[in-house]
């Protein structure tokens, strides 16, 4: 098995940052990729980005290019989101979720987190 908390949520104003972590537990996730979901209200969930444990690779939705930054800390099993010069549309419950294979549909993502709240005000 495998657990996923998240922290870091909040209500920043426009053009602000918040940092999201990942804290990752149970089995070893050198086999795994890790990847960042949004859902805002009456909306579908999306990709954000995700990250590969091993080798660190990376990928991001266009929305968020430039502006966000996915990490991992291997030792500590942490996963984390930099979210810079975020907007009112950035507001949305961000969850962290673990893969076997490197994809971007949440169909793909075999583990999620709770969630965290992240409301970006104008």
């Known amino acids: 098995q495998v657990q996923l908390v998240e922290s870091g949520g909040g209500l920043v104003q426009a053009g602000g940052s918040l940092r999201l972590s990942c804290a990752a537990s149970g089995r070893t996730f050198i086999k795994y990729a890790m990847g960042w979901f949004r859902q805002a209200p009456g909306k579908e969930r999306e990709f954000v980005a995700r990250?590969?444990?091993?080798?660190?690779?990376?990928y991001y939705a266009d929305s968020v290019k430039g502006r966000f930054t996915i990490s991992r800390d291997n030792p500590k099993n942490m996963v984390y989101l930099q979210m810079n010069s975020l907007k009112p549309e950035d507001t949305a419950v961000y969850s962290c979720?673990?893969?076997?294979?490197?994809?971007?549909?949440?169909?793909?993502?075999?583990?999620w987190g709770q969630g965290t709240q992240v409301t970006v005000s104008s």
């Open positions: 990250i590969t444990w091993s080798s660190g690779s990376t």
């Open positions: 979720a673990a893969s076997y294979v490197l994809g971007q549909d949440p169909d793909d993502y075999d583990y």
